[in-house]
C-alpha cells in the first residue's frame, strides 16, 4: 500500500497513499498505542477527512469498534466527532472516518502560551463533558 516516505507501521508510509480504495492520505496527524490517525481525502466526494486507523486491535475487537462507531454516526451534537464512514483497510485493520475539524489543540495552546487561565480550561472542560454526556445517554461509553 503507501508508496513513499518513513514507515508508520507495517505496511504503511504517508502522503498520496490510499487506503481502503477511496481515502488519498494527505498527512499524519498522530500515532498512539492503538493506530495512527492521518488527514486524508475522499476520491470520490473530494471530503477531507481525519481517518483513525486502528492496528492494534483483534478481529473481535475491530468488529466491536465498528459497531460503536456506528452508532456514533446517529449522533447530532457539536460535541461529538461526526463519523462519515467505517470499514477495514486493504490489510484487515479497522478504520473509522471522521469530518475534519481545522483548529488548534489543547496541547497547541498549552506550547503557545504556557498555561490556560481558569476560564479557558473550566470551558475545555464542559465543551468535552457536553460531548461525552451525549454519547452516555446514547449508551456508548468512550473508551
Known sequence: MFGS???LVPGYTMKG???AG????????GVGSSGFVVVARHARLQQRVALKILTSLSPGQGKA???VAHRVATLT???VAHVVDTGLTEEGYPFVAT????GRTVADLLLERGTLSAREAIDIARQAC???AVAHAAGIVHG
Do not use: Q
Not at 477511496?22 to 499524519?28: A, D, G, S
Open 99 to 102: 469530518a475534519l475539524s481545522e
Open 22 to 29: 477511496r481515502f488519498r492520505v494527505e498527512k499524519l496527524l
Open 17 to 19: 497513499d490510499t487506503i
Open 65 to 67: 469498534v465498528l459497531a
Open 77 to 79: 451534537d457539536p460535541h
Open 5 to 7: 516516505g518513513a514507515r
Open 130 to 132: 457536553a460531548g461525552l
